[in-house]
């Protein structure tokens, strides 16, 4: 029996894989998605428990404009998969800022604002600083033909107090670098846009919002979309992409193939190349994550009101994989309850989610009862390090309200994506065009090397715009 034969087949039902699933069946295209879990989303889905739903990934969405502004990467999005404004129900941040040394940025959907606590903390960089934005500016962060370079030496040339270039960094890493102790000039160029310039967003519904739009997208257009279905191997005939061998056994064909599955994964797959292959390119880069919930009322009485705090209680901000279990020293704090969701709307809980670096390798050498033992540990560790940069709380007060916890690490990344060594941004090599050395098996996703989730959905749009559309 043939193998069924489709224009292009997507591996991975993340938000690269359904926003190019959809621009690709706009014109007409028979795509396929494949997906190894029951869950579409990626590193950006989200699970229950009870009742209750996780967020996973999604600490907020960023790039978000007022309505009105032109050219900016949402608008292009919305544009791209003809989705209204209205459908996303973006709600705005109340207020974000990044901490450390004793300086806090504030960092509000407005650049104006950061300008100025720059200004007042490093009168002496404030010109350097300027002088920063104007470059990156004139700068095509988005372009196929990415520049290259260090982010720190960029900021050395404009900035001179190393506390200022430490926290200017810190977001720009956090939300983006597969490199360690550094992030790609690109990519912070990037991240300055989507978090400095732009900002944070959330849908009231959080990530689910954004994934039921994407489906419900490739519902109407007839996408094939084959959930607890993944690729087992990418035969390679011929130099080509000739067919994908999926778990069950069954065999389909695609003149094109765009895998989100990650660069160093995608090589994995492939009948031509051995198991090992990419090692060299692999990231390092795991993050362990606790979710806390609480009672609402006494969550209320809390005053937590940013929506994220980015931290470093070091004297020096360390961006690497750590030899211990987890690197409390920096991290992101996120309550999702801070977001202006407009009258009459709230969660009906009180939320507090923290990020800190971890060792994928630490992590998976644990026995399954040290492992369990280990997670409740750091939940209470990390928990506590973010109550040092919130309004005090009193231990009781604190325990008292606390109604459930969970928490991921490294592990829990590789097992639900595949990720190598749990990287949550993939490899350190990036490939703007999503090009590989097969002329029709192509890159999408973190690999691409466009960021964030608004960056993961143009990353899976302008790919297919590129090789399937133009082609």
Known sequence: MSATHYDAAIIGAGMSGLAAAVRLSMYGRKVLVLERHNAPGGLNSFYARGRRKYDVGLHALTNWVPEGVKGAPLVKLMRQLRIRREELD????????????GVSLRINNDFARLTEDVAAAFPGDA?????????????DEASLQAHGGSAREL??????????????LIPTCYYGSALEDDIEVSQFAIMWRSLFHEGFARPFEGVRRVIRLLTDRCR????????????RRIEVRQGRAAALLLDDGSEVTADAVYSSAGAVETMRLRSDLPPDAGAAEAGRLGYAETI?????????????????????DAERFSYRSPAELVDPSSGVICIPNNYDYGPGRRLEEGWLRVTAL???DAWCALPEEAYVARKADWFGRLNRVARRHLPAVT????????????MFTPRTVRKFTGHVGGAIYGSTVKRRDGRTDL?????IGTDQGFLGVTGAMLSGISMANLHGLKA
């Open 155 to 168: 900021l050395a040339r404009h900035v001179s107090s190393p506390l200022l270039r430490d926290l200017l």
């Open 439 to 443: 002329p029709n098996l192509f890159l």
């Open 395 to 406: 231990d009781a007060t604190h325990d008292g309200a606390l109604v459930s916890t969970d």
């Open 127 to 139: 010109d350097g600083f300027r002088r920063l934005d104007a470059w990156i500016a004139a700068l």
């Open 292 to 312: 806390a919930t609480y009672g609402e009322e006494a969550f209320a009485g809390f005053g937590w009101n940013d929506t994220i705090v980015f931290f470093c």
């Open 220 to 231: 109407e257009h007839g996408v094939d979309r084959r959930m607890k279905c993944g690729v």
């Open 358 to 360: 971890a060792s994928h």
């Open 90 to 101: 973006l709600c705005p941040q109340l207020g974000s800022r990044v901490t450390m040394g």
